[in-house]
Protein backbone atom coordinates (compact mmCIF):
# COMPACT_ATOMS: atom_id res chain seq x y z
CA UNK A 1 0.00 0.00 0.00
CA UNK A 2 1.35 3.43 -0.77
CA UNK A 3 2.89 6.12 1.79
CA UNK A 4 -0.15 8.51 0.91
CA UNK A 5 -3.30 6.04 0.78
CA UNK A 6 -2.19 5.17 4.77
CA UNK A 7 -1.60 9.03 5.24
CA UNK A 8 -5.40 9.13 4.08
CA UNK A 9 -6.76 6.35 6.05
CA UNK A 10 -5.19 7.98 9.22
CA UNK A 11 -6.88 11.32 8.48
CA UNK A 12 -10.33 9.89 8.34
CA UNK A 13 -10.23 8.18 11.63
CA UNK A 14 -8.33 11.27 12.56
CA UNK A 15 -11.64 13.43 11.72
CA UNK A 16 -14.41 10.74 13.01
CA UNK A 17 -12.74 10.58 17.12
CA UNK A 18 -12.83 14.55 16.39
CA UNK A 19 -16.40 14.83 15.95
CA UNK A 20 -17.51 12.39 18.45
CA UNK A 21 -15.63 14.85 21.02
CA UNK A 22 -16.99 17.93 19.45
CA UNK A 23 -20.26 16.69 19.70
CA UNK A 24 -19.78 15.56 23.23
CA UNK A 25 -18.95 18.94 24.01
CA UNK A 26 -21.77 20.28 22.03
CA UNK A 27 -24.17 18.70 24.37
CA UNK A 28 -23.20 20.35 27.57
CA UNK A 29 -23.83 17.38 29.36
CA UNK A 30 -20.11 16.72 30.06
CA UNK A 31 -18.77 17.27 33.79
CA UNK A 32 -16.40 19.29 31.62
CA UNK A 33 -15.28 19.92 28.37
CA UNK A 34 -12.92 17.21 26.84
CA UNK A 35 -9.36 18.44 25.20
CA UNK A 36 -9.03 17.55 21.52
CA UNK A 37 -5.15 15.55 21.41
CA UNK A 38 -3.17 17.58 18.84
CA UNK A 39 -2.62 15.29 16.44
CA UNK A 40 -6.19 15.33 15.77
CA UNK A 41 -7.13 18.68 15.29
CA UNK A 42 -9.32 19.42 11.97
CA UNK A 43 -11.59 22.42 10.96
CA UNK A 44 -15.09 21.14 11.80
CA UNK A 45 -16.71 17.74 12.22
CA UNK A 46 -18.33 15.46 9.60
CA UNK A 47 -21.96 15.54 10.28
CA UNK A 48 -22.34 12.15 9.24
CA UNK A 49 -20.33 11.31 12.05
CA UNK A 50 -22.47 13.24 14.95
CA UNK A 51 -23.13 11.08 18.30
CA UNK A 52 -26.25 10.69 19.70
CA UNK A 53 -26.73 13.25 22.39
CA UNK A 54 -26.80 10.94 25.23
CA UNK A 55 -26.03 11.52 29.12
CA UNK A 56 -22.33 11.22 30.34
CA UNK A 57 -22.44 11.71 33.78
CA UNK A 58 -19.08 11.64 35.89
CA UNK A 59 -17.55 10.17 33.22
CA UNK A 60 -13.77 10.66 32.52
CA UNK A 61 -11.90 10.20 29.48
CA UNK A 62 -8.16 8.39 29.89
CA UNK A 63 -6.87 10.64 27.54
CA UNK A 64 -3.58 9.75 28.81
CA UNK A 65 -3.52 6.32 27.56
CA UNK A 66 -5.29 7.44 23.98
CA UNK A 67 -2.79 9.50 23.23
CA UNK A 68 0.01 7.82 24.13
CA UNK A 69 -1.86 5.14 21.44
CA UNK A 70 -2.39 7.62 19.18
CA UNK A 71 1.32 8.49 19.09
CA UNK A 72 3.06 5.01 18.19
CA UNK A 73 -0.06 4.10 16.30
CA UNK A 74 -2.17 6.65 14.93
CA UNK A 75 -3.39 4.60 11.76
CA UNK A 76 -4.35 1.62 13.86
CA UNK A 77 -5.28 2.94 16.84
CA UNK A 78 -7.92 6.02 15.95
CA UNK A 79 -10.92 3.62 14.84
CA UNK A 80 -10.42 1.53 17.70
CA UNK A 81 -10.14 4.38 20.49
CA UNK A 82 -13.17 5.92 18.75
CA UNK A 83 -15.08 2.82 20.05
CA UNK A 84 -14.08 2.71 23.04
CA UNK A 85 -15.33 6.02 24.21
CA UNK A 86 -18.40 6.06 22.55
CA UNK A 87 -18.56 2.22 24.56
CA UNK A 88 -18.00 3.99 27.97
CA UNK A 89 -20.44 6.41 27.46
CA UNK A 90 -23.18 3.59 26.51
CA UNK A 91 -22.38 2.01 29.76
CA UNK A 92 -22.66 5.08 32.31
CA UNK A 93 -25.67 6.15 30.66
CA UNK A 94 -28.58 6.64 33.69
CA UNK A 95 -32.04 5.04 32.96
CA UNK A 96 -33.58 8.69 32.08
CA UNK A 97 -31.46 9.38 29.57
CA UNK A 98 -31.56 5.64 28.06
CA UNK A 99 -34.84 6.24 26.93
CA UNK A 100 -35.52 10.20 26.74
CA UNK A 101 -34.89 10.31 22.91
CA UNK A 102 -35.99 7.38 22.04
CA UNK A 103 -39.47 7.09 19.58
CA UNK A 104 -41.17 4.87 21.81
CA UNK A 105 -40.94 6.90 24.83
CA UNK A 106 -42.84 6.15 27.74
CA UNK A 107 -42.99 8.48 31.03
CA UNK A 108 -44.70 6.03 32.96
CA UNK A 109 -41.54 3.19 32.30
CA UNK A 110 -39.59 6.42 32.82
CA UNK A 111 -40.18 7.04 35.98
CA UNK A 112 -40.28 3.20 36.81
CA UNK A 113 -37.36 2.99 35.57
CA UNK A 114 -35.34 5.81 37.59
CA UNK A 115 -37.13 4.28 40.99
CA UNK A 116 -35.73 0.53 40.02
CA UNK A 117 -32.24 1.70 39.23
CA UNK A 118 -31.70 4.00 42.37
CA UNK A 119 -29.27 2.88 44.35
CA UNK A 120 -30.52 1.86 47.97
CA UNK A 121 -29.83 1.71 51.30
CA UNK A 122 -29.11 -1.82 52.50
CA UNK A 123 -30.69 -0.88 55.85
CA UNK A 124 -33.35 0.61 55.18
CA UNK A 125 -34.73 -0.93 51.78
CA UNK A 126 -34.29 -4.94 51.05
CA UNK A 127 -33.08 -5.89 47.62
CA UNK A 128 -36.01 -6.55 45.58
CA UNK A 129 -35.99 -8.57 41.98
CA UNK A 130 -37.61 -6.44 39.15
CA UNK A 131 -40.57 -7.28 37.66
CA UNK A 132 -40.57 -10.00 35.13
CA UNK A 133 -42.32 -8.24 32.10
CA UNK A 134 -39.49 -5.91 32.40
CA UNK A 135 -36.80 -8.60 32.70
CA UNK A 136 -34.31 -6.05 34.87
CA UNK A 137 -32.19 -6.97 37.59
CA UNK A 138 -30.46 -5.15 40.15
CA UNK A 139 -26.77 -5.68 41.77
CA UNK A 140 -24.39 -3.48 44.32
CA UNK A 141 -22.65 -2.38 41.49
CA UNK A 142 -25.30 -0.73 39.32
CA UNK A 143 -28.21 -1.89 37.17
CA UNK A 144 -27.53 -4.72 34.93
CA UNK A 145 -29.39 -5.36 32.04
CA UNK A 146 -29.70 -9.12 30.47
CA UNK A 147 -28.99 -9.13 26.70
CA UNK A 148 -27.12 -6.47 24.35
CA UNK A 149 -26.33 -3.04 25.68
CA UNK A 150 -29.01 -0.59 24.63
CA UNK A 151 -31.32 -3.41 23.73
CA UNK A 152 -35.11 -1.81 25.27
CA UNK A 153 -37.52 -4.49 26.75
CA UNK A 154 -41.15 -4.35 25.44
CA UNK A 155 -42.60 -0.58 26.14
CA UNK A 156 -45.16 -0.11 28.73
CA UNK A 157 -48.08 1.05 27.84
CA UNK A 158 -49.76 3.63 30.14
CA UNK A 159 -53.32 1.23 30.37
CA UNK A 160 -51.05 -1.46 31.73
CA UNK A 161 -50.28 0.82 34.69
CA UNK A 162 -52.72 -0.32 36.81
CA UNK A 163 -51.08 -3.86 36.79
CA UNK A 164 -48.09 -3.10 38.54
CA UNK A 165 -48.11 0.87 39.74
CA UNK A 166 -50.01 3.56 41.64
CA UNK A 167 -50.14 6.96 39.95
CA UNK A 168 -50.15 9.82 42.09
CA UNK A 169 -49.93 13.05 39.49
CA UNK A 170 -50.35 12.19 36.00
CA UNK A 171 -47.95 14.41 34.75
CA UNK A 172 -45.87 14.58 38.02
CA UNK A 173 -44.18 11.75 39.65
CA UNK A 174 -45.65 7.87 39.94
CA UNK A 175 -45.40 6.01 42.94
CA UNK A 176 -44.32 2.87 41.78
CA UNK A 177 -43.47 -0.21 44.25
CA UNK A 178 -41.56 -3.47 43.29
CA UNK A 179 -43.05 -6.30 42.65
CA UNK A 180 -42.19 -10.29 41.14
CA UNK A 181 -44.72 -11.48 38.94
CA UNK A 182 -44.53 -15.20 39.78
CA UNK A 183 -47.59 -16.74 38.59
CA UNK A 184 -49.95 -16.11 34.89
CA UNK A 185 -52.69 -13.45 35.51
CA UNK A 186 -56.34 -14.82 36.63
CA UNK A 187 -58.45 -15.84 33.42
CA UNK A 188 -61.79 -15.20 33.77
CA UNK A 189 -62.61 -18.78 32.49
CA UNK A 190 -61.12 -20.57 34.96
CA UNK A 191 -61.49 -23.72 33.02
CA UNK A 192 -60.71 -22.74 29.49
CA UNK A 193 -57.49 -24.47 29.68
CA UNK A 194 -57.88 -27.12 31.76
CA UNK A 195 -60.94 -28.22 29.28
CA UNK A 196 -58.23 -31.33 27.90
CA UNK A 197 -56.75 -33.72 30.05
CA UNK A 198 -52.57 -34.12 28.90
CA UNK A 199 -53.73 -38.16 28.98
CA UNK A 200 -57.25 -38.54 27.68
CA UNK A 201 -58.76 -38.32 24.22
CA UNK A 202 -62.02 -36.92 24.81
CA UNK A 203 -63.01 -33.54 26.29
CA UNK A 204 -64.35 -34.70 29.70
CA UNK A 205 -65.80 -31.65 31.70
CA UNK A 206 -67.74 -33.57 33.80
CA UNK A 207 -65.53 -32.56 37.17
CA UNK A 208 -65.08 -29.01 36.05
CA UNK A 209 -68.22 -27.77 35.57
CA UNK A 210 -69.99 -24.44 37.19
CA UNK A 211 -72.10 -21.96 36.85
CA UNK A 212 -70.81 -19.76 34.27
CA UNK A 213 -70.94 -15.89 35.36
CA UNK A 214 -71.86 -12.85 33.01
CA UNK A 215 -68.18 -11.78 33.28
CA UNK A 216 -67.55 -15.04 31.02
CA UNK A 217 -70.43 -14.96 28.44
CA UNK A 218 -68.83 -11.16 28.13
CA UNK A 219 -65.10 -12.17 27.71
CA UNK A 220 -66.60 -14.90 25.14
CA UNK A 221 -68.82 -11.82 23.25
CA UNK A 222 -65.29 -10.34 23.23
CA UNK A 223 -62.99 -13.18 21.74
CA UNK A 224 -65.55 -14.48 18.93
CA UNK A 225 -66.82 -11.30 17.61
CA UNK A 226 -64.44 -11.49 14.83
CA UNK A 227 -65.25 -14.89 13.77
CA UNK A 228 -69.53 -15.01 13.87
CA UNK A 229 -72.17 -12.67 12.29
CA UNK A 230 -74.02 -10.23 14.98
CA UNK A 231 -77.25 -11.43 13.41
CA UNK A 232 -80.46 -9.34 13.00
CA UNK A 233 -83.22 -9.20 15.59
CA UNK A 234 -86.02 -7.59 13.34
CA UNK A 235 -89.58 -7.01 13.99
CA UNK A 236 -91.98 -9.20 12.38
CA UNK A 237 -95.05 -8.93 10.35
CA UNK A 238 -96.29 -12.24 12.46
CA UNK A 239 -96.64 -9.90 15.02
CA UNK A 240 -100.44 -8.59 13.46
CA UNK A 241 -100.92 -12.52 13.37
CA UNK A 242 -100.65 -13.32 16.79
CA UNK A 243 -101.31 -10.23 19.04
CA UNK A 244 -97.77 -9.94 19.97
CA UNK A 245 -94.66 -7.62 19.18
CA UNK A 246 -92.70 -10.44 17.60
CA UNK A 247 -88.65 -9.77 16.97
CA UNK A 248 -86.85 -12.85 15.16
CA UNK A 249 -83.38 -13.06 16.54
CA UNK A 250 -82.04 -14.71 12.99
CA UNK A 251 -79.20 -16.83 13.58
CA UNK A 252 -79.14 -19.23 10.65
CA UNK A 253 -77.85 -16.57 8.89
CA UNK A 254 -74.50 -17.55 10.15
CA UNK A 255 -72.22 -19.13 8.05
CA UNK A 256 -73.00 -22.25 8.67
CA UNK A 257 -76.96 -21.93 9.38
CA UNK A 258 -76.97 -22.54 13.02
CA UNK A 259 -76.23 -20.71 16.93
CA UNK A 260 -73.77 -23.71 17.47
CA UNK A 261 -70.72 -21.68 15.38
CA UNK A 262 -70.64 -18.86 19.20
CA UNK A 263 -70.10 -21.55 21.23
CA UNK A 264 -67.79 -23.78 18.97
CA UNK A 265 -65.60 -20.95 17.83
CA UNK A 266 -65.20 -19.99 21.98
CA UNK A 267 -64.64 -23.70 22.74
CA UNK A 268 -61.87 -23.51 20.20
CA UNK A 269 -59.99 -20.57 20.77
CA UNK A 270 -59.89 -21.85 24.09
CA UNK A 271 -57.25 -25.37 23.29
CA UNK A 272 -54.30 -24.93 24.21
CA UNK A 273 -51.98 -24.46 21.56
CA UNK A 274 -50.22 -27.78 21.37
CA UNK A 275 -53.82 -29.49 21.18
CA UNK A 276 -54.28 -27.15 18.40
CA UNK A 277 -51.59 -28.35 16.33
CA UNK A 278 -52.62 -32.20 17.01
CA UNK A 279 -55.98 -31.40 15.72
CA UNK A 280 -59.68 -32.43 16.91
CA UNK A 281 -62.31 -35.04 16.00
CA UNK A 282 -65.86 -34.87 16.31
CA UNK A 283 -68.48 -37.81 15.23
CA UNK A 284 -71.85 -35.95 14.47
CA UNK A 285 -74.23 -35.38 11.53
CA UNK A 286 -75.82 -31.76 13.74
CA UNK A 287 -75.07 -28.64 13.34
CA UNK A 288 -72.03 -29.15 16.03
CA UNK A 289 -70.35 -31.08 13.71
CA UNK A 290 -70.71 -28.29 10.62
CA UNK A 291 -69.45 -25.29 13.06
CA UNK A 292 -66.46 -27.57 14.19
CA UNK A 293 -65.91 -28.10 10.63
CA UNK A 294 -65.63 -24.48 9.26
CA UNK A 295 -64.56 -22.67 12.31
CA UNK A 296 -61.70 -25.41 13.32
CA UNK A 297 -60.63 -24.67 9.24
CA UNK A 298 -60.35 -20.88 9.76
CA UNK A 299 -58.19 -21.35 12.64
CA UNK A 300 -56.16 -23.97 10.68
CA UNK A 301 -56.73 -26.69 13.23
CA UNK A 302 -56.65 -30.38 11.35
CA UNK A 303 -60.09 -31.32 12.30
CA UNK A 304 -61.94 -34.84 11.13
CA UNK A 305 -65.82 -35.81 11.25
CA UNK A 306 -66.85 -39.28 11.65
CA UNK A 307 -70.35 -39.50 10.39
CA UNK A 308 -72.94 -42.75 9.93
CA UNK A 309 -73.52 -44.50 6.39
CA UNK A 310 -76.88 -43.09 6.54
CA UNK A 311 -76.36 -39.60 7.07
CA UNK A 312 -77.47 -36.94 4.10
CA UNK A 313 -75.28 -36.65 1.21
CA UNK A 314 -75.90 -32.79 1.05
CA UNK A 315 -74.77 -33.14 5.02
CA UNK A 316 -71.49 -34.69 4.32
CA UNK A 317 -70.73 -32.60 1.30
CA UNK A 318 -71.05 -29.59 3.22
CA UNK A 319 -68.50 -30.54 5.75
CA UNK A 320 -66.36 -31.36 3.28
CA UNK A 321 -66.48 -28.02 1.34
CA UNK A 322 -65.66 -26.64 4.72
CA UNK A 323 -62.63 -28.61 5.27
CA UNK A 324 -62.96 -31.11 7.36
CA UNK A 325 -61.92 -34.66 6.83
CA UNK A 326 -65.07 -36.81 6.79
CA UNK A 327 -65.17 -40.40 6.90
CA UNK A 328 -68.33 -42.19 6.78
CA UNK A 329 -68.27 -45.33 9.19
CA UNK A 330 -71.15 -47.41 10.89
CA UNK A 331 -74.75 -47.17 10.15
CA UNK A 332 -75.36 -46.04 13.77
CA UNK A 333 -74.36 -42.67 15.32
CA UNK A 334 -72.65 -44.85 18.50
CA UNK A 335 -70.72 -46.58 16.15
CA UNK A 336 -69.10 -43.62 14.57
CA UNK A 337 -68.72 -42.49 18.35
CA UNK A 338 -66.69 -45.56 19.23
CA UNK A 339 -64.85 -45.15 15.91
CA UNK A 340 -63.72 -41.49 16.50
CA UNK A 341 -62.80 -42.19 20.30
CA UNK A 342 -60.51 -44.87 19.11
CA UNK A 343 -59.01 -42.83 16.68
CA UNK A 344 -58.38 -39.90 18.83
CA UNK A 345 -57.01 -42.72 21.24
CA UNK A 346 -54.62 -43.72 18.29
CA UNK A 347 -53.59 -40.18 16.93
CA UNK A 348 -53.62 -38.12 20.00
CA UNK A 349 -56.70 -35.90 18.40
CA UNK A 350 -59.20 -34.27 20.96
CA UNK A 351 -62.68 -36.06 20.64
CA UNK A 352 -64.86 -32.85 21.37
CA UNK A 353 -68.51 -33.57 22.09
CA UNK A 354 -71.02 -31.24 22.95
CA UNK A 355 -71.00 -30.90 26.34
CA UNK A 356 -72.40 -28.47 29.11
CA UNK A 357 -69.25 -26.89 29.87
CA UNK A 358 -68.52 -23.58 31.18
CA UNK A 359 -66.89 -22.06 27.82
CA UNK A 360 -69.43 -23.43 25.72
CA UNK A 361 -72.06 -22.09 27.57
CA UNK A 362 -70.90 -18.66 27.76
CA UNK A 363 -69.95 -18.64 24.28
CA UNK A 364 -73.71 -19.57 23.17
CA UNK A 365 -74.57 -17.36 25.99
CA UNK A 366 -73.79 -14.32 23.80
CA UNK A 367 -76.94 -14.32 21.74
CA UNK A 368 -78.76 -13.57 24.81
CA UNK A 369 -76.41 -10.22 25.13
CA UNK A 370 -76.97 -9.09 21.76
CA UNK A 371 -80.78 -9.70 22.40
CA UNK A 372 -80.93 -7.61 24.92
CA UNK A 373 -78.70 -4.69 23.26
CA UNK A 374 -80.82 -5.06 20.02
CA UNK A 375 -84.52 -5.11 21.32
CA UNK A 376 -85.26 -2.31 24.08
CA UNK A 377 -87.64 -3.04 27.28
CA UNK A 378 -87.84 -7.02 26.45
CA UNK A 379 -90.79 -8.35 28.24
CA UNK A 380 -90.07 -12.11 27.33
CA UNK A 381 -87.78 -14.36 25.16
CA UNK A 382 -88.26 -17.34 23.51
CA UNK A 383 -85.62 -20.09 23.04
CA UNK A 384 -85.42 -24.24 21.71
CA UNK A 385 -85.00 -26.47 24.48
CA UNK A 386 -84.88 -30.27 25.12
CA UNK A 387 -82.05 -32.11 25.49
CA UNK A 388 -79.39 -29.69 23.83
CA UNK A 389 -79.91 -27.08 26.39
CA UNK A 390 -77.40 -25.09 26.50
CA UNK A 391 -78.46 -22.06 24.27
CA UNK A 392 -81.36 -21.62 26.81
CA UNK A 393 -79.05 -21.73 29.98
CA UNK A 394 -76.40 -19.74 28.56
CA UNK A 395 -78.50 -16.60 27.07
CA UNK A 396 -80.97 -16.71 30.42
CA UNK A 397 -77.34 -16.05 32.70
CA UNK A 398 -76.75 -13.47 30.37
CA UNK A 399 -80.32 -12.08 30.22
CA UNK A 400 -81.38 -12.61 33.89
CA UNK A 401 -78.04 -10.76 35.05
CA UNK A 402 -79.09 -7.36 33.25
CA UNK A 403 -82.45 -7.70 33.34
CA UNK A 404 -84.14 -10.17 35.92
CA UNK A 405 -87.44 -9.34 35.17
CA UNK A 406 -87.46 -10.57 31.72
CA UNK A 407 -89.15 -13.99 31.06
CA UNK A 408 -87.11 -16.15 29.39
CA UNK A 409 -88.61 -19.53 28.40
CA UNK A 410 -88.19 -22.84 26.51
CA UNK A 411 -90.08 -24.96 24.15
CA UNK A 412 -89.75 -28.41 23.38
CA UNK A 413 -91.29 -31.09 21.80
CA UNK A 414 -94.56 -33.17 23.47
CA UNK A 415 -93.00 -36.63 21.62
CA UNK A 416 -89.42 -36.19 24.07
CA UNK A 417 -90.02 -33.57 26.66
CA UNK A 418 -86.88 -34.32 27.99
CA UNK A 419 -86.15 -30.76 29.50
CA UNK A 420 -89.61 -30.53 31.62
CA UNK A 421 -88.51 -34.59 33.18
CA UNK A 422 -84.99 -33.63 33.90
CA UNK A 423 -86.07 -30.96 35.56
CA UNK A 424 -88.90 -32.85 38.39
CA UNK A 425 -86.55 -35.57 38.71
CA UNK A 426 -83.52 -32.85 39.40
CA UNK A 427 -80.74 -34.85 37.24
CA UNK A 428 -80.74 -35.66 33.14
CA UNK A 429 -83.02 -37.82 32.42
CA UNK A 430 -81.77 -40.42 30.05
CA UNK A 431 -84.26 -43.69 29.65
CA UNK A 432 -86.30 -41.48 26.30
CA UNK A 433 -85.50 -42.20 22.90
CA UNK A 434 -86.60 -40.16 20.15
CA UNK A 435 -87.14 -41.78 16.90
CA UNK A 436 -87.92 -38.84 14.77
CA UNK A 437 -84.48 -37.53 15.53
CA UNK A 438 -83.75 -36.17 11.28
CA UNK A 439 -86.93 -33.88 12.16
CA UNK A 440 -86.44 -32.44 15.31
CA UNK A 441 -82.52 -32.83 15.20
CA UNK A 442 -80.39 -31.24 18.34
CA UNK A 443 -83.69 -30.39 20.48
CA UNK A 444 -84.41 -34.42 20.36
CA UNK A 445 -81.25 -35.24 22.16
CA UNK A 446 -80.18 -36.61 25.75
CA UNK A 447 -79.70 -34.31 28.09
CA UNK A 448 -76.02 -33.95 28.03
CA UNK A 449 -75.06 -32.26 31.66
CA UNK A 450 -76.01 -31.13 35.21
CA UNK A 451 -74.65 -27.88 34.95
CA UNK A 452 -77.06 -26.30 31.68
CA UNK A 453 -79.90 -28.60 33.61
CA UNK A 454 -79.10 -26.72 37.35
CA UNK A 455 -78.98 -23.25 35.21
CA UNK A 456 -82.38 -23.80 33.40
CA UNK A 457 -83.80 -24.74 36.73
CA UNK A 458 -82.71 -21.56 38.61
CA UNK A 459 -82.97 -19.16 35.83
CA UNK A 460 -85.75 -20.06 33.30
CA UNK A 461 -89.30 -19.26 34.27
CA UNK A 462 -91.19 -21.75 32.71
CA UNK A 463 -91.06 -24.43 29.83
CA UNK A 464 -93.59 -25.73 27.37
CA UNK A 465 -93.87 -28.38 24.74
CA UNK A 466 -95.52 -28.25 21.38
CA UNK A 467 -96.63 -30.92 18.81
CA UNK A 468 -95.47 -31.89 15.88
CA UNK A 469 -98.33 -29.95 13.90
CA UNK A 470 -97.49 -26.68 15.38
CA UNK A 471 -93.47 -27.02 14.25
CA UNK A 472 -94.76 -27.66 11.21
CA UNK A 473 -97.13 -24.69 10.71
CA UNK A 474 -94.39 -22.79 12.42
CA UNK A 475 -92.06 -23.65 9.53
CA UNK A 476 -94.77 -22.58 7.13
CA UNK A 477 -95.09 -19.35 9.01
CA UNK A 478 -91.75 -18.61 8.85
CA UNK A 479 -91.37 -19.34 4.97
CA UNK A 480 -94.19 -17.45 4.00
CA UNK A 481 -94.20 -14.40 6.37
CA UNK A 482 -89.80 -13.88 7.17
CA UNK A 483 -88.70 -15.74 3.63
CA UNK A 484 -86.57 -18.17 6.18
CA UNK A 485 -85.81 -21.72 5.68
CA UNK A 486 -85.78 -23.39 8.98
CA UNK A 487 -86.00 -26.65 10.24
CA UNK A 488 -87.49 -27.76 13.05
CA UNK A 489 -85.16 -26.44 15.52
CA UNK A 490 -85.28 -22.80 14.38
CA UNK A 491 -89.13 -22.86 14.00
CA UNK A 492 -90.00 -24.83 17.66
CA UNK A 493 -89.87 -21.08 19.89
CA UNK A 494 -92.67 -19.68 17.39
CA UNK A 495 -94.40 -22.80 17.50
CA UNK A 496 -95.57 -22.06 21.01
CA UNK A 497 -97.07 -18.85 20.20
CA UNK A 498 -98.36 -20.51 16.79
CA UNK A 499 -99.89 -23.23 19.08
CA UNK A 500 -101.51 -20.71 21.68
CA UNK A 501 -99.42 -22.00 24.41
CA UNK A 502 -98.29 -18.56 26.25
CA UNK A 503 -101.33 -16.32 26.42
CA UNK A 504 -99.78 -14.20 28.75
CA UNK A 505 -97.45 -12.28 26.37
CA UNK A 506 -100.18 -10.94 24.36
CA UNK A 507 -99.25 -7.60 23.89
CA UNK A 508 -96.13 -7.53 24.75
CA UNK A 509 -92.56 -6.94 23.27
CA UNK A 510 -91.20 -10.61 22.81
CA UNK A 511 -87.94 -11.91 20.99
CA UNK A 512 -87.71 -15.80 19.38
CA UNK A 513 -84.38 -17.37 19.04
CA UNK A 514 -84.70 -18.65 15.38
CA UNK A 515 -81.48 -20.98 15.81
CA UNK A 516 -81.11 -22.93 13.04
CA UNK A 517 -81.27 -23.03 9.02
CA UNK A 518 -80.15 -26.46 8.33
CA UNK A 519 -82.96 -28.52 6.75
CA UNK A 520 -82.29 -31.14 3.63
CA UNK A 521 -84.17 -30.18 0.15
CA UNK A 522 -86.05 -33.51 -0.01
CA UNK A 523 -87.02 -33.08 4.21
CA UNK A 524 -88.08 -29.64 3.77
CA UNK A 525 -90.29 -30.53 0.59
CA UNK A 526 -92.18 -33.05 3.02
CA UNK A 527 -92.55 -30.68 5.98
CA UNK A 528 -94.38 -27.64 3.75
CA UNK A 529 -96.56 -30.16 2.43
CA UNK A 530 -97.79 -31.74 5.52
CA UNK A 531 -97.72 -28.01 6.97
CA UNK A 532 -100.40 -26.92 4.26
CA UNK A 533 -102.72 -29.98 4.87
CA UNK A 534 -103.20 -29.06 8.17
CA UNK A 535 -104.81 -25.88 7.19
CA UNK A 536 -106.79 -27.29 4.94
CA UNK A 537 -105.14 -24.76 2.32
CA UNK A 538 -104.10 -28.20 0.50
CA UNK A 539 -107.43 -30.95 0.37
CA UNK A 540 -108.42 -34.02 -1.26
CA UNK A 541 -112.20 -35.04 -2.60
CA UNK A 542 -113.47 -37.91 -4.82
CA UNK A 543 -116.73 -38.11 -6.37
CA UNK A 544 -118.31 -40.25 -8.65
CA UNK A 545 -119.51 -38.90 -12.28
CA UNK A 546 -120.30 -40.50 -15.75
CA UNK A 547 -117.33 -41.45 -18.05
CA UNK A 548 -117.78 -38.37 -20.69
CA UNK A 549 -115.92 -35.14 -21.24
CA UNK A 550 -118.85 -32.97 -20.98
CA UNK A 551 -119.31 -33.62 -16.94
CA UNK A 552 -115.49 -34.04 -16.74
CA UNK A 553 -115.60 -30.28 -18.00
CA UNK A 554 -118.32 -29.08 -15.36
CA UNK A 555 -116.65 -30.13 -12.40
CA UNK A 556 -113.51 -28.05 -13.47
CA UNK A 557 -116.25 -24.94 -14.10
CA UNK A 558 -116.90 -25.79 -10.43
CA UNK A 559 -113.68 -25.37 -9.12
CA UNK A 560 -113.37 -22.40 -11.37
CA UNK A 561 -116.15 -20.35 -10.21
CA UNK A 562 -114.86 -21.10 -6.20
CA UNK A 563 -110.99 -19.96 -7.08
CA UNK A 564 -109.68 -22.93 -6.47
CA UNK A 565 -106.60 -23.93 -7.62
CA UNK A 566 -106.21 -27.53 -8.87
CA UNK A 567 -103.26 -28.96 -7.89
CA UNK A 568 -103.73 -33.00 -9.33
CA UNK A 569 -106.63 -34.55 -11.39
CA UNK A 570 -106.91 -38.61 -11.64
CA UNK A 571 -109.36 -40.88 -12.96
CA UNK A 572 -109.59 -44.65 -12.08
CA UNK A 573 -111.89 -46.44 -13.89
CA UNK A 574 -110.87 -50.15 -13.57
CA UNK A 575 -110.78 -50.37 -9.71
CA UNK A 576 -114.26 -49.22 -8.95
CA UNK A 577 -117.14 -50.59 -7.72
CA UNK A 578 -119.56 -48.19 -9.79
CA UNK A 579 -121.54 -48.71 -13.18
CA UNK A 580 -119.70 -49.55 -15.96
CA UNK A 581 -119.81 -46.02 -17.94
CA UNK A 582 -118.93 -44.03 -14.81
CA UNK A 583 -115.23 -42.91 -13.27
CA UNK A 584 -113.88 -42.01 -10.32
CA UNK A 585 -112.28 -38.53 -10.28
CA UNK A 586 -109.87 -37.54 -7.55
CA UNK A 587 -108.97 -34.06 -6.97
CA UNK A 588 -106.56 -32.13 -4.92
CA UNK A 589 -106.78 -28.45 -5.03
CA UNK A 590 -105.20 -25.41 -2.60
CA UNK A 591 -107.65 -22.69 -0.94
CA UNK A 592 -106.83 -19.57 0.45
CA UNK A 593 -107.60 -20.64 4.30
CA UNK A 594 -109.78 -22.82 5.78
CA UNK A 595 -112.80 -20.50 5.12
CA UNK A 596 -112.42 -20.88 1.30
CA UNK A 597 -112.09 -24.79 1.84
CA UNK A 598 -115.37 -24.73 3.71
CA UNK A 599 -117.19 -23.10 1.28
CA UNK A 600 -115.43 -24.81 -1.72
CA UNK A 601 -117.17 -28.20 0.03
CA UNK A 602 -120.62 -26.57 0.12
CA UNK A 603 -120.78 -26.35 -3.48
CA UNK A 604 -119.29 -29.29 -4.15
CA UNK A 605 -121.92 -31.13 -2.01
CA UNK A 606 -124.62 -29.50 -3.30
CA UNK A 607 -123.86 -30.59 -7.00
CA UNK A 608 -122.43 -34.39 -5.80
CA UNK A 609 -124.18 -35.40 -3.00
CA UNK A 610 -121.49 -38.25 -3.25
CA UNK A 611 -118.20 -36.29 -2.63
CA UNK A 612 -116.11 -38.04 -0.38
CA UNK A 613 -113.52 -35.69 1.21
CA UNK A 614 -110.48 -37.25 2.79
CA UNK A 615 -109.76 -36.60 6.06
CA UNK A 616 -106.36 -35.97 7.27
Known sequence: MSPSIIQALTQIDKDRLASKIISLNSSNRLSKPLPLPHSCRIAAPSKSAALPTQAVQGWQCPWASVSLLLCFAPGITMNFAAQLIYSRVLKNRTPRDRYREDEDYDPFWQSYAEQLFLKKDDSKVKKQDAPALCDLRLCKDGPIRNGHIGQRPPPINPERLKDFVEEDYLNGDVKTWEMKIVSRNEELLGDALSLVPQSSSRISLSSHNKLIRFEDISAAAFKIQSGVQKTPCMYSRLSKLYGVDIYLKKEFLQYTGSVKERGVLYLLTSLPQDQQRKGVIVASDGNFSMAVAYHASELRIPVFVIMSTSTSPARVKTCREYGAMVISYGTTAKDSQMHARRLA????????????????????????????????????????????????????????????????????????????????????????????????????????????????????????????????????????????????????????????????????????????????????????????????????????????????????????????????????????????????????????????????????????????????
Request: hydrophobic fraction near 40%; charge should be negative; proline fraction near 3%.
Open 345 to 616: QENGYLYLEEEDSAVYLSGLGTMGLEMYEQVPKLDAVIFPAGGHCGLLAGSAAALKHLNPRISVIGVESESFPVLQQSLKAGHPAEDQACNNHHFYGDVSGLCFGSNSLQLTGKLVDKVVAVSEEDVLISMLRLLEYERATVDAEGAIGLAALVAGKLPELKGKRVAIAICSGNVDLHLLQRCIARALTLESRVCRFSLVISDSPADVSKLLEVLAREEARVLDIRQERTFVTSELFTVEVTCTVETRDKIHTAQLRNALLERYPTAAWTER
